[in-house]
């Protein structure tokens, strides 16, 4: 905790272009062992010194001959002690940010009293949120700082509780934080929006403060952008370090409050965001359409300098210069006003689409009496419903004799489609989840019409002939090249798709199921299942006790040691989270160095988080946002996941699919954190091509098959026992079960995103539903319902960063599983060449961010241009036979 401590003082802002990880695949307090328990937490009751160690109170003494004296030695001693907690406040602080103020405080108590006011100013200029960024494609499944470990509640002057978390089932332990001393702000005293911090407050903006804090930030970037764009001149540091500071200010602020939006919605906080978002944005493309930035860039561009500089900066030039014109700075002032107009809709349009989504999601419950309802249903499933009852009212809801609720939840939607005896139920759950957010006042239908509309517009006004190839622009591929790769892989898995519905056709007769002839969509998971069972004697259930939340964790960091030389511990205490469930870690280099920092909030909690898993940034690193001025400010990421949570005396234990989903999102974070870019605006993940955003994350997942790492991981949480030899096997022969099948899904979703951002006229004589159904026949061996409105759900290219992208998806697969023959070719059980090659994958795809075209990257590592085979080898899709 040490090095994570002193190390943070490097953290502030970040850039502006926002990028949220997301995958679509789909909350408690538990608490570990009590030896785990007592490496994990952090208490938060006694100051901490620089090197982190407690430091102990000082002992003072007063004279007791005569009242004068005892008055005089009371006065002393109560001034002794005000100044004790100022001094133990302000080390803590300054340890993290000033270092060698923290010597001077911490040389301040154990001397006579004396202090300048003087002495604790602080910089002016100090960050405040983060970016974001659009989500992660898997729709099925698989993309935010003065260290206030003594953090104060907006609501109240009083003293706050902070929670010790841990992945356990127990209640977490408190520790109490005393009063800030006098001299330093309270949140109660300001905005928490417009407080000088390393982490954001998330424990303490609300959405009474979105309002007066985005405003009153707005107002204070628009005038630094006005002096910037009277002085700018086209060096390095009075063009793109001063807009790095102004693009970060506003990228950390508004990044924070939408991740609360995601993870901690409410109609308060909606609001407020509706009501700035307009001001936001028209921020956001006065600062895009520039003119002087965007001369003087294109003056850097043009100078004698030019060859002289790195590959990050010219990447920073070329792609701002490119991002200008994609921001209609080349239109004429009618056609400007025309795309600002469109824009403000857009951004309004994505947030009613997205909020509409989750209400929907939130609407839909099945209150269930009668046990033989849900006959089928695993012990984990039935204490969810269960729990999730209680939490509606249900006080004397059990496992064992309900009443039990049904949600559209992901945890709680697969258990019923997976496990459900009950075929009327499973219908009546697929029916629902396929129609979210398709009627009523939550229809996106409409949403969707203009959605189109507009971006076809936009498109026209910059000159392209559709969004699709707007959206190309920025990415590898073109159009033309992704249609190719997305024929490619349909090709190959159209006969393998076909006869896993013959599989599951003739495994459902044999076992005597009357709807054996007529299957339906929500017969398919069920009947896969029970074949997977059959076929493997792998039932996902009962592997659930081998993959306890803390086991995964632990194995999955111990992988990143061995792969890439980090270590991973517990930080919790150390920056404010949005929930008591949400875990702090810090990221060590091999010198024991923190270089990196995230948040893990696992849980779903249907009622006030949207569902799916996603990466995000909290802040990247940057040399010119350093704290010291010498070392680089320190990456933040987040990880959310949607999870079961502990039930019970039990903790959070997983199916497989949910490991596979941690070590997707764990890979986004990792290129996000071991950066070595110092260049805040290509580091990390800014700035690298979408469709090739997904390699480090979907990489990540091959290790799931990994014998080494799986047994790591794979330990029952009751026995310790490690998963059976023969069950391993099992899984590793299972991993191409239905590859076909699934390999069809995630193309329909591909295929129908490109047709209706190149193709589809909105307005013309095809819907997109019908859209929909012409894909799906090329796509789909078992064809959509006639009213399957999934599209009104398709949360990626409405209300993300997908559109025209999701086959990034596909693209990437092709990247990461080439990447990841690089470690079969090298020896999976050879672990001195292993790690040569983690290290070499770190150096190269996870420490040169965007400051490179990807491709070259790739090709620094591989050697060679990615080829298709290896991801076509490991679904078991070769040779290429296809009949559609």
């Not at 003293?159 to 356990?168: G, I, Q």
């Not at 009947?527 to 792998?538: D, G, Q, T």
């Amino acid at each position: 905790m040490s090095r994570c401590t002193v190390q943070a003082r490097n953290l502030t802002r970040d850039d502006g272009r926002r990028r949220v990880i997301e995958a679509g695949r789909k909350k408690r307090d538990p608490a570990p062992a009590a030896s785990e328990t007592k490496a994990m937490t952090v208490s938060k009751s006694k100051p901490i010194s620089q090197n982190g160690t407690r430091i102990p109170k000082p002992v003072l003494y007063a004279s007791s001959s005569g009242p004068s004296r005892a008055l005089y030695g009371s006065i002393l001693l109560i001034i002794a002690l005000t100044i004790l907690l100022m001094a133990t406040r302000f080390t803590l602080s300054c340890s993290l940010q000033y270092p060698a103020l923290a010597v001077a405080a911490r040389h301040f108590r154990s001397q006579p009293f004396c202090l300048k006011a003087s002495s604790l100013s602080l910089p002016k200029y100090y960050p405040t949120q983060l970016p974001k960024s659009p989500p992660c494609p898997l729709w099925s499944s698989s993309f935010l700082l003065c260290l206030h470990s003594l953090h104060w509640s907006a609501k109240t002057s009083t003293r706050s509780t902070t929670t010790v978390r841990s992945f356990a089932a127990a209640s977490p332990s408190k520790s109490t934080v005393s009063q800030p001393p006098s001299g330093m702000t309270s949140v109660g005293d300001k905005n928490p929006l417009l407080t000088d911090f390393n982490f954001p407050p998330f424990d303490s903006i609300e959405a009474e403060h979105v309002r007066p804090g985005i405003r009153a930030l707005l107002k204070e970037l628009e005038g630094e952008l006005e002096e910037l764009e009277k002085t700018v001149e086209p060096t390095w540091p009075k063009l793109v370090e001063p807009l790095e500071k102004i693009i970060d200010r506003i990228t950390v602020v508004w990044g924070a409050i939408n991740h609360l939006k995601s993870v901690k919605d409410s109609s308060e906080l909606r609001a407020a965001i509706e009501e700035v978002q307009p001001e936001k944005v028209a921020f956001d493309l006065k600062l895009s359409q520039s003119k002087p930035i965007y001369n003087a860039y294109k003056a850097i561009r043009g100078s004698p300098d030019w060859d002289s500089l790195s590959d990050a900066r010219k990447r920073i030039v070329e792609t701002s210069i490119e991002e200008a014109i994609l921001s209609g700075i080349a239109l004429e002032d009618d056609k400007r006003e025309q795309f600002n107009k469109i824009e403000q809709e857009l951004a309004k349009l994505s947030r009613k689409f997205e909020e509409n989504v989750l209400d929907a999601t939130k609407k839909y419950e099945n209150v269930i009496t009668d046990k033989k309802d849900i006959e089928g249903l695993p012990a984990t499933a039935l204490g969810l419903a269960a729990q999730t009852a209680v939490t509606k009212g249900h006080e004397n809801a059990t496992a064992e004799n309900g009443p039990w609720i049904i949600t559209l939840d992901a945890p709680s939607l697969m258990s019923v489609m997976q496990h459900a005896r009950n075929r009327t139920l499973r219908e009546e759950v697929y029916r629902a989840y396929v129609t979210r957010a398709s009627s009523g006042d939550l229809d996106n239908t409409p949403i969707i019409d203009q959605i189109l509309q507009l971006r076809l517009e936009k498109a026209k006004l910059l000159g392209y002939n559709n969004h699709g190839e707007v959206s190309m622009a920025t990415k590898m591929a073109t159009v033309d090249k992704a249609l190719e790769l997305l024929e490619k892989i349909r090709a190959a898995s159209w006969d393998p798709a076909v006869k896993d519905m013959e599989d599951l056709k003739q495994f459902s007769k044999s076992q005597g199921a009357p709807e054996a002839d007529n299957l339906n969509h929500w017969d398919l998971s069920f009947w896969s299942e029970r074949l997977r069972e059959s076929k493997y004697e792998i039932n996902e259930e009962e592997l659930r006790p081998y993959f306890s939340l803390p086991k995964v964790m632990d194995g999955l960091f111990n992988l990143a040691k061995m792969l890439f030389g980090i270590n991973i511990e517990a930080a919790d205490g150390l920056a404010p989270v949005w929930n008591n469930d949400v875990r702090f870690y810090c990221v060590n280099d091999s010198s024991g160095s923190a270089i990196a920092y995230f948040y893990f909030d696992p849980y779903s909690r249907p009622s006030e988080k949207r569902g799916g898993a996603w990466m995000d940034e909290v802040v990247s690193r940057s040399r010119v946002l350093s704290r010291d001025g010498v070392s680089p400010r320190l990456p933040v990421a987040h990880m959310v996941c949607n999870q079961m949570p502990p039930v019970g005396n039990k903790p959070s234990l997983m199916t497989f699919r949910e490991v596979e989903t941690v070590f997707h999102e764990f890979g986004h974070a990792l290129q996000h954190m071991l950066t070595k870019q110092d260049e805040g605006l290509v580091a990390g993940i800014r700035k690298i091509e979408w469709d090739a955003v997904e390699l480090p994350s979907q990489f990540m997942e091959n290790w799931c098959y990994h014998r080494d790492t799986l047994m790591g991981i794979a330990k029952h949480y009751e026995t310790g026992e490690s998963l059976p030899e023969d069950i391993y096997k099992k899984l590793l022969a299972a991993r191409t079960f239905r590859a076909g099948s699934l390999s069809l899904r995630q193309l329909r979703f591909a295929t129908v995103d490109l047709e209706l951002h190149t193709k589809y006229v909105p307005g013309g004589s095809e819907s997109i539903y019908d859209v929909d159904r012409r894909v799906s026949e090329r796509t789909q061996v078992l064809p959509p319902l006639p009213d399957d409105r999934f599209l009104c759900s398709f949360s990626h290219i409405f209300a993300g960063g997908y559109a025209a992208g999701y086959y990034s998806y596909k693209w990437a697969e092709v990247l990461s599983a080439d990447a990841f023959s690089a470690f079969e070719d090298a020896g999976l059980h050879d672990e001195k060449a292993v790690k040569e090659t983690g290290n070499r994958f770190r150096e190269t795809i996870l420490a040169l961010g965007g400051g490179k075209a990807p491709l070259e990257v790739f090709v620094e590592f591989r050697g060679r241009e990615p080829s298709p085979e290896a991801l076509l080898r490991h679904n078991g899709l070769l040779p290429v036979t296809a009949s559609a």
